[in-house]
Structures are given as C-alpha cells and as structure tokens.
C-alpha cells in the first residue's frame, strides 16, 4: 500500500510541475513496466494490480486536467461505483505495456471508461470503470463538473456494450443479502 501512496504522490507532484495540462475528453496513455512487486510468483503482473495501474491512469487524467480543481479542491471525492476487468494475456515480469484510459461517456450521476492495456499491438486486458464524484452523502451532477471543466459538449451517453456491463450491479447487491442469511 506504501507503493501505491507514493506513486501517487509521483502522480500528483508531476501532474503539476512537469507534465502539460491534457484534455478531459482526449485518450490518455502511458507506458509501464511490469515490475517484480506487480507479480505473483515471480512470473506474471498479478490480478490485483490491474486495478492499481487503472488507478493510477484516472489520478493523472485528473491532475492533468481542470477536474482536480473544480471536483477535490471543491470538496468533493472521486467514488468508483463498479469496475469490471477482462484478462486475455498475461504479462512477464519486466516487459513493457502500456495503458490507454478512454473516456466512454457520462450521464448525470456516473462517468464510464475503458482502459485497454496492451503489449506489442496486442490486448492483454480490458477494464472499464464507472465513478462519481460525491459531496457530503449525495453524487453530484457529473454534467455540471464537466461543463465547469471546459468541455464544450453538454452530453455524451455511453455506449450501450458499456452500460450493459454494469446493467444488473444493483440487482446483484440487492441478492447478496440473500448469501448473508
């Protein structure tokens, strides 16, 4: 957790003093490196760490753009409501890949992406994400925050291959009650 701390920090120090200021809506990638804490058994990048490197693509998107000072510097947080991941290929410890965050769409509440890490052309896996940013007890209107965050387009509904991935999370909470018992 040390790790993850600190390459936030590095995120965060780097976003404001030597990286350029990047559009909310653009893709943004970034070359990694699978290191020997990113593994289990000394081999390959482990499942839990996918969704570190997902983290750490989304911070730098916002520190880079205007969203850090019109969400956080607000009072504001960023909440990950759901995130799905699809592993296709493995990657070897010290290889390269990078990730590509994509901005998928939004609608009042929650703003959807995909991050695509791929290796020599090809797709080793897919996550897609689905977060909000919440003051108090309440979500805001994501709507509002991305106009304040100067883009131009008052809409962009997700895809619908996107929004059928976090269809039934709902339901899904509501049935694990039943697991409880």
């Not at 998107?61 to 000072?69: A, T």
């Not at 919440?134 to 997700?158: L, P, Y």
């Not at 059928?164 to 018992?181: P, Q, T, V």
Request: proline share 2%.
């Amino acid at each position: 957790m040390v790790y993850y701390w600190l390459h936030l920090l590095y995120i965060f120090i780097c976003s404001k003093l030597l990286w350029k200021e990047v559009d909310l809506t653009s893709k943004q990638t970034r070359k990694r490196r699978v290191g020997i804490l990113d593994c289990d058994t000394f081999r390959y990048m482990s499942n839990a760490k996918y969704p570190y490197y997902m983290d750490f693509i989304r911070f730098e998107k916002m520190f880079r753009s205007k969203l850090f000072e019109h969400t956080v510097k607000k009072g504001m947080y960023a909440v990950l409501g759901s995130q799905k991941i699809i592993y296709k290929k493995p990657l070897r410890i010290w290889s390269t890949f990078t990730i590509t965050l994509i901005l998928e769409g939004w609608d009042d509440k929650w703003v959807y992406h995909s991050q695509v890490f791929e290796q020599k052309g090809l797709v080793c896996a897919i996550g897609y994400t689905k977060a909000a940013f919440w003051r108090g007890k309440k979500a805001q209107d994501i709507r509002i925050i991305i106009k304040k965050c100067g883009v131009t387009r008052s809409e962009m509904g997700a895809p619908k291959r996107i929004l059928e991935i976090f269809k039934n999370d709902n339901n899904l909470l509501k049935g694990s009650s039943n697991i409880l018992i």
